[in-house]
């Protein structure tokens, strides 16, 4: 347009899934005209300025709406936005990704917080990228039972052999072993709650009825998974509760946390009965029925 005149038009739809909220519909035109007129900067307020651009191609994205408490700034046609006039105070910069594609998310934690100080500007670099997935499985590991076992004990053997319970041993369905078991799958476990941070954003989940879990919209980066055992079954442990994971852009991630049994030795005596743990500790110590 003439005299770098400058008109735009800006239409946003914005749908809630699973939420009661309506559907929201918006229009905005914008008509710009550079005045050029000579003045001031007023002291009683703050600037912002910012530019947003594709993490992985390093390129500028134009007609992104940005939002702080209210006011609305969209990127131009080098991804620059300004806010020009704020009075000092907290504002938080909200990212409309309706206009950043599908399935994009801002490197940074949406909304970013900034302070706006009086007669000040600020700079805000915005990178936009693919978010990741981390997905798995909780599963539950058994000793396979081995009755070759069981039937050498009831003959009777070495009265200072060290034997070990393989399953409950207390409910009366475990099993006798005096060697290596293979350990098998079981069951996935439901109801264990997973924790994912990378030191600003905290994500939890809870593993569903066949252990499985799945967490969204992550940032690329390094993450930090934390297994919580609160719902383990007696006598299991995991085999390690805490991750360190690195996602990269689009990174679909896939882990198999173990939750292990444990090894219960007991001891086998001349007269048939078996000394657990537990009562052989007692008895080292003194203990009196």
Not at 4 to 15: C, F, L, P, W
Not at 222 to 235: Q, R
Request: charged share 25%.
């Amino acid at each position: 347009m003439p005299n770098e005149h400058k008109i735009s038009v800006q239409g946003r739809y914005t749908s809630y899934r699973n939420s009661e909220k309506k559907d929201e519909t918006a229009l905005m035109i914008q008509y710009t005209v550079p005045f050029r007129l000579p003045v001031g900067r007023k002291k009683n307020i703050g600037v912002v300025k910012g530019y947003v651009y594709d993490e992985e191609t390093k390129e500028s994205m134009p007609d992104v709406i940005i939002r702080a408490n209210g006011a609305t700034a969209v990127t131009d046609s080098d991804g620059n936005f300004t806010f020009p006039s704020l009075k000092p105070g907290t504002y938080y910069l909200n990212i409309d990704r309706a206009r950043i594609g599908l399935n994009r998310i801002t490197t940074q934690k949406n909304p970013i917080e900034v302070t706006v100080e009086s007669g000040k500007e600020i700079r805000v670099e915005i990178g936009i990228t693919q978010p990741a997935i981390l997905s798995g499985q909780i599963m539950l590991y058994q000793f396979e039972n081995n009755h070759s076992n069981d039937s050498w004990a009831e003959k009777g053997g070495n009265n200072t052999t060290n034997h070990y319970v393989v399953g409950d041993g207390d409910n009366n369905n475990g099993s006798l072993n005096n060697g290596e078991t293979k350990l098998v799958k079981a069951y996935g476990l439901a109801n264990i709650l997973l924790e994912l941070t990378n030191g600003s954003e905290i994500k939890r989940c809870v593993a569903d009825k066949k252990g499985y879990f799945r967490f969204e919209e992550l940032r690329p980066g390094k993450w930090t998974l934390k297994v919580y055992n609160a719902n383990l079954p007696d006598y299991h442990y995991l085999e390690e509760d805490t991750f360190a994971i690195e996602l990269k852009p689009g990174d679909g991630k896939e882990i198999l946390l173990k939750a292990l049994p444990k090894k219960r030795f007991i001891r086998i005596m001349e007269q048939g009965g078996i000394l657990s743990e537990e009562e052989k500790e007692k008895q080292n110590h003194g203990y009196q029925g």
